[in-house]
């Protein structure tokens, strides 16, 4: 199954909250795990990526966790802030191939 | 953006007709995809290339065919539009596959009408 799901389709946190993005997968031949950010009238643009071989990884405020036995993977941001505001998605890579799936994406807004 | 345009970046068309629309790349990139966006689905693979010549189908490219004659140029073309197709469409870029980096273009709104 070339599928990936996410969840929650949206959220509202305030400033300073810590949203938590998941994302399922059944594909095991999945080797590449990016989430993007799209800003409203924009194309989506790189995030922040993990492979399979590691639990974890942080990029300033970005932190995804990887449970590969689980299958899952999630974004969290630290202390966010208004200018986080926007939709978010998952994806995944099938190993040896050209094609990235993408999640249904999650719209994220932080209020003041 | 990575020096994508797409074009054009809005249209509006009757059912049945041809529509074709154009990604247009300036870094040599060897991939490019076309994706579609709609609430509900996210993004959705339509058709990739992977050089001049060699495209792939994606997940919904029924009722879509593509063509790559030129490494910057990556045409997307509808054969006879549908309302189902009303659609944002992206056009994106990698420079070694889709387990590195893409690019996104800023899209274009199709509506048929």
């Known amino acids: 199954q070339q599928q990936v799901k996410q969840s929650p389709q949206s959220l509202i946190v305030q400033k300073g909250g810590i949203p938590i993005i998941n994302c399922a997968y059944e594909?095991?031949?999945?080797?590449?795990f990016p989430w993007y950010q799209q800003f409203p009238g924009k194309g989506p643009a790189l995030l922040i990526a993990?492979?399979?071989?590691?639990s974890e990884k942080k990029e300033g405020r970005f932190t995804i966790s990887f449970n590969k036995s689980a299958k899952q993977f999630s974004l969290h941001i630290m202390d966010s802030q208004p200018g986080d505001s926007a939709t978010y998605f998952c994806?995944?890579?099938?190993?040896?191939?050209?094609?990235?799936?993408f999640g249904t994406g999650t719209r994220l807004q932080v209020f003041p | 953006d990575a020096g994508i345009t797409q074009s054009p970046r809005h249209k509006v068309t009757e059912t049945g007709t041809p529509v074709t629309l154009r990604c247009h790349q300036t870094?040599?990139?060897?991939?490019m995809y076309w994706y579609r966006q709609d609430p509900g689905h996210g993004l959705r693979l339509i058709h990739y290339?992977?050089?001049?010549?060699?495209?792939d189908k994606g997940e919904v490219s029924d009722g879509y065919s593509v063509s790559r004659s030129k490494t910057e140029d990556f045409l997307l073309t509808l054969e006879s539009a549908t309302s189902s197709q009303t659609s944002v469409y992206f056009c994106?870029?990698?420079?070694?596959?889709?387990?590195?980096?893409?690019?996104f273009g800023s899209g274009t709104q199709l509506s048929v009408l």
């Open positions: 994806a995944a890579s099938v190993y040896n191939t050209d094609k990235l799936i």
């Open positions: 594909n095991t031949a999945f080797d590449y």
């Open positions: 993990i492979r399979p071989d590691v």
């Open positions: 870094e040599n990139h060897r991939y």
């Open positions: 290339s992977y050089g001049v010549k060699d495209t």
């Open positions: 994106a870029t990698a420079r070694g596959g889709s387990n590195e980096k893409l690019f």
